[in-house]
């Protein structure tokens, strides 16, 4: 598990990645969205990489 959000920026839930290492525990939170980790729940989304602004090479 890797937080995506640092801890310091005040909102009550955040962003995590978890790392799978069985194709079975994949498969299923893949098909049910969602996981239970110490008394909570939440729902599950694929990661999309999403393209940043483009980087001006004159900055």
């Not at 525990?25 to 599950?44: K, N, P, V, W």
């Amino acid at each position: 598990m890797h937080w995506l959000s640092d801890k310091e920026n005040g909102k009550i839930y955040r962003s995590i990645v978890i790392y799978i290492t069985k194709a079975s525990d994949a498969r299923q939170l893949l098909e049910e969205r969602y996981f239970h980790l110490a008394s909570e729940s939440t729902s599950t989304n694929v990661f999309e990489r999403r393209q940043g602004p483009a980087q001006c090479s004159n900055c």
